[in-house]
């Protein structure tokens, strides 16, 4: 947005906070971040211990000091191409230089459990399914996977990271299949038997599709589209996240490449797409189960229904995707770009997880490029969010005046781009 209240945003007695300075309120964010390492490395026998009232790291308060620092990151990076910040930038970086950051992905689970309705992980119940596991939630068939997503993942996109030549398994993971989506499953070996055949051609890519923005029709009608898939959509008990793995390894590895901390930034960026990888749960080899084959009707000659004669040695695992991308733009050591190959990559880890860090990734860096939606009217994307209708009707005072222009014109502080 830019500026938001932030210094009486807390305070209840006061309706129509003021709106602070976003620069200044970045600033803070690492003060009170320094200011709970302190309060953490400081504690002694007299104060309280933590245990399982924490449903982020059970107590274990060392792991909450890795996650501090890990925001540090983000919150630096932000604004790594004001050149103004550069003496700040540099010298927080200094004092990172022996940090730890985090070593898995950040979690939250106060309890999920499908037992009750109320008690199922909120994102698998409103993107999945109920209690009972095939009931679809409110917005099952709400979100769905977009073309340049699909096309990009399954090596069609043309774009200068070199998608072209590059299938990710990731796909299979983020999204469904659309032979699951036509009897309402999400196991893609639970399929009517008149799909049967066609699974058995199974080609990883072509059974995937995407809604283009902007476009409407029968195409894209839900049963046509790929639904979120297994490696979002687990279970009602499932963590909600906090922090990916991924996303810090790619910050550091950022950081590296700019030049702001030692290390080794290729193995970072490779660290990055593995635990993206196991993020997702993407399989180290065919999972499908074999044995059974089909009729030229499609119906299996015998139970129980399996659909894949023999296991593939091909099948897209991490082996394959870092064998396929050598050599190439998302390879690090060769990319002309690094940042780029840095943000394409952060933009896949992040997808269906932290999609307002990817928007304001590609703000930041203008990359992974995008298309626009069809129906676009401007030539560009926006630079920042509009403030909600309610801060002009309920905080008239202090909300700053903003027009639709200014969201294409203005950015917040650390927007850089033309």
């Not at 504690?43 to 274990?60: I, Y």
């Given at each position: 947005y830019g500026d938001i209240p932030y210094s009486e945003a807390h305070d209840v007695a006061n309706p129509t906070p003021v709106y602070d300075d976003d620069q200044a309120i970045y600033r803070d964010l690492y003060v009170q971040l320094d200011e709970a390492i302190?309060?953490?490395?400081?504690?002694?026998?007299?104060?309280?211990?933590?245990?399982?009232?924490?449903?982020?790291?059970?107590?274990?308060?060392?792991?909450?000091?890795?996650?501090?620092?890990?925001?540090?990151?983000?919150?630096?990076?932000?604004?790594?191409?004001?050149?103004?910040?550069?003496g700040y930038i540099t010298g927080k970086f200094a004092e990172l230089a022996t940090a730890d950051f985090i070593s898995a992905d950040v979690t939250i689970n106060p309890g999920y459990t499908g037992a009750q309705a109320n008690q199922q992980n909120p994102f698998y119940r409103s993107y999945g399914f109920g209690i009972d596991g095939t009931t679809p939630g409110p917005n099952r068939t709400a979100v769905v996977a977009s073309s340049h997503a699909v096309d990009y993942l399954n090596g069609g996109a043309n774009n200068s990271t070199g998608g072209s030549t590059v299938f990710d398994p990731r796909l299979m993971r983020l999204f469904e299949s659309i032979y699951a989506n036509w009897d309402d499953s999400t196991d893609p070996t639970d399929i009517v038997a008149s799909d049967a055949a066609a699974f058995n051609d199974f080609n990883y890519a072509a059974d995937f599709f995407g809604a283009t923005q902007g476009e409407l029709g029968d195409s894209d009608t839900p049963e046509k589209l790929s639904?979120?898939?297994?490696?979002?959509?687990?279970?009602?008990?499932?963590?909600?996240?906090?922090?990916?793995?991924?996303?810090?390894?790619?910050?550091?590895?950022?950081?590296?490449?700019?030049?702001?901390?030692?290390?080794?930034?290729?193995?970072?960026?490779?660290?990055?797409?593995?635990?993206?990888?196991?993020?997702?749960?993407?399989?180290?080899?065919?999972?499908?189960?074999?044995?059974?084959?089909?009729?030229?009707?499609?119906?299996?000659?015998?139970?129980?229904?399996?659909?894949?004669?023999?296991?593939?040695?091909?099948?897209?695992?991490?082996?394959?995707?870092?064998?396929s991308i050598a050599g190439t733009q998302l390879d690090y050591n060769t990319a002309t770009n690094k940042i780029e190959a840095i943000m394409t990559q952060k933009w896949i880890a992040l997808m269906?997880?932290?999609?307002?860090?990817?928007?304001?990734?590609?703000?930041?860096?203008?990359?992974?490029?995008?298309?626009?939606?069809?129906?676009?009217?401007?030539?560009?994307?926006?630079?920042?969010?509009?403030?909600?209708?309610?801060?002009?009707?309920?905080?008239?005072?202090?909300?700053?005046?903003?027009?639709?222009?200014?969201?294409?014109?203005?950015?917040?502080?650390?927007?850089?781009?033309?």
């Open positions: 302190a309060l953490i490395n400081s504690a002694d026998g007299d104060d309280r211990a933590v245990g399982g009232e924490d449903p982020v790291f059970n107590g274990n308060m060392q792991s909450w000091v890795r996650f501090a620092n890990s925001i540090k990151l983000r919150l630096l990076l932000r604004e790594s191409g004001v050149a103004a910040s550069q639904f979120l898939g297994p490696g979002l959509i687990k279970s009602s008990s499932q963590d909600g996240y906090m922090m990916l793995l991924a996303e810090s390894l790619l910050l550091q590895s950022e950081a590296v490449t700019r030049g702001y901390m030692a290390g080794d930034a290729a193995a970072l960026y490779n660290s990055a797409i593995a635990a993206s990888f196991a993020t997702l749960g993407v399989p180290t080899a065919d999972p499908r189960p074999t044995g059974q084959t089909f009729d030229t009707d499609g119906n299996p000659a015998t139970p129980p229904v399996n659909f894949h004669p023999v296991a593939d040695p091909n099948y897209p695992t991490l082996a394959t995707y870092m064998a269906g997880i932290n999609g307002i860090e990817s928007f304001i990734e590609y703000t930041r860096t203008g990359f992974p490029v995008t298309p626009l939606s069809e129906t676009a009217t401007r030539p560009t994307k926006p630079r920042r969010l509009l403030y909600p209708a309610s801060e002009f009707q309920g905080n008239a005072a202090n909300a700053p005046v903003q027009s639709v222009d200014q969201a294409f014109s203005t950015g917040p502080f650390w927007y850089v781009g033309s």
